[in-house]
């Protein structure tokens, strides 16, 4: 008599209320249409066939800006949004990454710090799929301190001219529209650039070994003309991006237990089929151990998540509240799938099972969005009172 699934254990789902349940039975289905049966592939072939189509199937279902309110935007709660980055990245994290760069980051940052006319004309094509958005800080030289962020913004006359290199941006290649964060004479402030500009491009990154299912790429911009109204008027400065990271980094608290929560399940399953010695593994203590300890620390993780869901839907939210939960949850989540992979043997290495490919994308997402050193900072700072990053 197992349990069907490792939430129960805890009873995890009396957390959440009807609807919000509703909305995670939701995106469930559309991860199992739309995604489950492709995404090996897309990983191994390092190609998703067709990121257009996915953003408007989620489009449809309101989940591109879905804490946002206006502008096709579906208004959905905190904690919504938080089961929903659940179940994309049980799928795989590059596309609970397709989705939080859209609306996390690229809407955010026009919901945000936008004048009317940049929402009118950006929000609602983003929010139901046609257009999609990426977010610019990261350079080649500059990650965890984007503030020595070399790309520059100069007037010229009424126009701004972009000069620079964008690193790592996902959705790059595919992006109708770039949020491109650049240093001013006035400090760092934000562009939105039609990726159909003169003197932008987007080259694909290749040979990543982690989030393959996903579009990763640099943004090259060599003297890119800009209409004054192209800058975000209402912010200056670095908690302009970084404003729009802490919604991110908040998906990302829940996303990482969806990848831990479906490396459990493999291992599970596989524990009770997998005959060694004359009995499934699963007999074994030292197996059981594995399955409680996955088991435990990934209840733990939803325990913290939802209590930050509940916190950001009271307007209580604070940065380094995020910080925490992105530290612990990520940092879970791939020691779970790793020992997952242990429980699969030398099938856990293969793209038959889902463990290695969460594994791997787990890395890259144990450093984006901020290191676990930089939210360890983050912490310690709020903790001692003493910024240690300098
Ligand atoms: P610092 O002097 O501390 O702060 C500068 C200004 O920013 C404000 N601020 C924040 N505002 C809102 N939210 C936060 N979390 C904020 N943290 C700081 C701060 O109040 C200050 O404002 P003001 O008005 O006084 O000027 O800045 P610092 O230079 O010391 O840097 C702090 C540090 C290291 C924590 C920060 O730079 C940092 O978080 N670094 C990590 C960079 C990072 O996370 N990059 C992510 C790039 S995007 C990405 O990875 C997308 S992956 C997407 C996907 O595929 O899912
Ligand atoms: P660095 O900052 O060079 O850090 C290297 C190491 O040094 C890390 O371990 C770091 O923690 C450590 N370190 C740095 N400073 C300190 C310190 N003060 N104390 C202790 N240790 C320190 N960026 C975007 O802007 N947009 C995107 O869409 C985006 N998508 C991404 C997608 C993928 C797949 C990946 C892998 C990255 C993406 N990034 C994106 C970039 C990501 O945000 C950066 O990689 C991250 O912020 C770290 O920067 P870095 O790689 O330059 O590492």
């Given at each position: 008599n197992a349990l069907s699934r490792i939430d129960e254990l805890a009873?995890?789902?009396?957390?959440?209320?009807?609807?919000?349940?509703?909305?995670?039975a939701t995106v469930r289905q559309v991860c199992?249409?739309?995604?489950?049966?492709?995404?090996?592939?897309?990983?191994?072939t390092g190609q998703l066939d067709d990121v257009r189509g996915l953003t408007k199937e989620f489009g449809k279902l309101g989940l591109l800006g879905m804490h946002l309110t206006g502008y096709g935007c579906a208004g959905m709660s905190a904690t919504e949004y938080g089961l929903a980055c659940l179940e994309l990245e049980a799928s795989d994290s590059g596309i609970r990454s397709l989705v939080s760069v859209q609306g996390s980051l690229a809407m955010t940052a026009i919901w945000k710090w936008g004048s009317e006319e940049q929402k009118q004309q950006w929000l609602p094509g983003m929010a139901a799929g046609e257009l999609i958005g990426c977010f610019g800080l990261t350079e080649p030289d500059v990650g965890s301190d984007p503030g020595s962020m070399r790309t520059r913004a100069r007037r010229d006359g009424a126009d701004w001219v972009l000069d620079g290199r964008k690193m790592w941006i996902t959705n790059g290649s595919v992006a109708d529209v770039a949020i491109v964060w650049a240093g001013t004479e006035e400090g760092v402030r934000g562009f939105v650039v039609p990726t159909d500009t003169p003197?932008?491009?987007a080259p694909l990154i290749k040979h990543k070994l982690s989030l393959r299912a996903s579009v990763t790429s640099e943004l090259v911009l060599d003297g890119v003309r800009l209409p004054a109204d192209a800058v975000l008027p209402e912010v200056t400065g670095l908690r302009g991006p970084l404003g729009c990271l802490n919604e991110a980094r908040y998906g990302i608290v829940w996303g990482a237990l969806g990848a831990a929560?479906?490396?459990?399940?493999?291992?599970?399953?596989?524990a009770a089929d997998r005959v060694q010695f004359g009995r499934s593994i699963d007999g074994f203590q030292l197996t059981q151990q594995k399955l409680v300890e996955m088991t435990l620390e990934y209840t733990k993780g939803v325990l913290l998540a939802a209590h930050l869901g509940r916190l950001k839907d009271a307007h209580?939210?604070?940065p380094e509240q995020v910080s925490l939960g992105k530290l612990n949850n990520v940092r879970a989540a791939l020691e779970i799938c790793r020992t997952a992979r242990t429980i699969l043997g030398a099938n856990g290495i293969s793209l038959e099972y889902p463990v290695i490919r969460h594994m791997n994308n787990l890395e890259s997402v144990l450093t984006y969005e901020g290191t676990v050193e930089m939210h360890t900072l983050i912490v310690g700072e709020k903790l001692t009172g003493q910024s240690a990053f300098r």
């Open positions: 009873n995890l789902d009396h957390l959440f209320s009807a609807d919000e349940l509703a909305v995670r199992a249409d739309k995604v489950d049966p492709y995404v090996a592939t897309w990983f191994e003197g932008f491009s929560r479906s490396s459990i399940e493999a291992a599970r399953a596989y209580l939210s604070r």
